[in-house]
């Protein structure tokens, strides 16, 4: 599985940014490779308009299977996710990205 | 003439002072009212006349043609809302994020996204005597207030009686839609109250006026309430307070109940006859 995160920084002690389109950073760990990689979307959380759609696109050209997020995607973004087919688990606000991922292990997340 | 009565702030009585400053000028002139807050339009809450016109109004959006597309990614990157984005093999559009500019259906080698119209809201003509009254309601869910407001105003144009002074209720803030709603007005009526909250979006709304070049003066509405410092910036910035509407109970209570308040409260016609006076003298009978 790849899983991405939307967080506030680029490794696994980095908090998670509750929000979506204008999330700072994803981190995705790939758990086939246990490799983390991070992708860069402050750009886009200076758009005025249309973050959620932007970042969609970003998330779906990293390629996850899973998406880890805090309060969860608004309107526009999450019918871009439901089109891409990536699962989306929330409710992972006030954690690190290392809490966020075993939170998700244990089933403690929420799914749309 | 046109006249738009905006603001910074919200509810510091925009709507009362449109409703009221049409119903006394209607009294012996020709007058257009037009609820520009597509967003929340509230002015026809106090107007009851003859149904002119009542019909649904429709915005232009692209349409993806799968069988057509290319993928070539050309209207994604043209489109400054992300209103139209590339996922995979997949063009989505957002609709509601969509400024119907056309680029991205102009610009597509291969035509694979047609406009087609899609309904935004409603738009509505009222008449009662010399009193004619038009809005533009937003359908809830829609994000982009312009489109509406340009058709709106375009209707204005369009079906104004000869002469008729047009006056337009406005929407809050300074954003987009305020330029819309003010950009052709003749003199702009900025209405604020005696606060902190109000004298800080006060200087918002007039630095706006400024940068689009109108002509404005300032109703200071509850006046009695808070603090002088409206009136201090006023003097300092040297803009003309054109009247100063007392703090009053009683128009509340009209207002809540959905009349004009200036038959009923002298106060407050005398700040609506201060208004019109100055009005008058400075745009000559005539124009108005």
């Known amino acids: 599985m790849r899983i991405a995160f939307t967080t506030r920084g680029t490794d696994w002690d980095a908090m998670m940014d509750p929000r979506f389109g204008r999330t700072e950073f994803f981190l995705v760990f790939d758990e086939k490779t246990g490799v983390l990689t991070h992708f860069d979307n402050r750009e886009t959380g200076n758009e005025a308009h249309g973050a959620g759609p932007k970042t969609a696109q970003h998330l779906f050209n990293l390629n996850p299977d899973i998406l880890i997020t805090g309060n969860g995607p608004g309107g526009n973004a999450a019918s871009a996710l439901e089109k891409s087919g990536i699962m989306v688990y929330y409710g992972a606000n006030e954690m690190t990205v290392r809490e966020a991922y075993e939170a998700y292990k244990n089933d403690e997340l929420s799914t749309v | 003439m046109r006249i738009v009565i905006a603001s910074g702030k919200g509810g510091t009585g925009k709507t009362t002072l449109a ?18 807050d597509v967003e929340e339009p509230n002015a026809g809450l106090f107007i009851r006349g003859d149904q002119v016109l009542h019909e649904d109004r429709y915005k232009m959006i692209p349409q993806w043609k799968e069988d057509a597309c ?49 309904k935004m809201g409603t738009l509505t003509h009222l008449r009662t005597g010399n009193l004619d009254f038009v809005e533009g309601r937003l359908d809830i ?53 005696p606060t902190p909250f109000g004298l800080h979006d006060l200087k918002l709304a007039v630095l706006t006026m400024r940068e689009i070049r109108k002509s404005f003066g300032v109703v200071l509405n509850r006046y009695g309430t808070g603090n002088d410092d409206v009136l201090d910036y006023c003097r300092e910035e040297n ?4 009247a100063r509407i007392p703090h009053d109970r009683k128009i509340a209570e009209l207002y809540s109940a959905g009349k004009p308040v200036y038959q009923d409260v002298p106060e407050a016609r005398r700040s609506l006859d201060e208004i019109v006076s100055w009005l008058d003298e400075t745009w000559g009978k005539k124009a108005l």
């Open chain 2, 141 to 193: 869910g829609e994000e982009q207030a312009v489109p509406l407001i340009r058709q709106t105003k375009q209707y204005l144009d369009d079906h104004s009686p000869d002469g008729a002074i047009r006056l337009v209720d406005a929407p809050p803030g300074t954003t987009c839609p305020v330029i819309e709603a003010t950009r052709d007005a003749d003199f702009v009526i900025l209405v604020t109250e």
């Open chain 2, 70 to 118: 290319t993928l070539c990614g050309i209207c994604q990157g043209v489109c400054q809302f992300h209103a139209v984005i590339q996922l995979g093999t997949m063009i989505m559009v957002f609709p509601e994020l969509c400024h119907s500019c056309h680029a991205c259906s102009g610009l597509c080698p291969e035509s694979a996204l047609p406009m087609v119209p899609k």
């Open chain 2, 19 to 36: 409703v009221n400053l049409a119903y006394l000028l209607a009294e012996s002139r020709q007058v257009i009212l037009a609820d520009l």
């Open chain 2, 239 to 242: 803009i003309r307070v054109l």
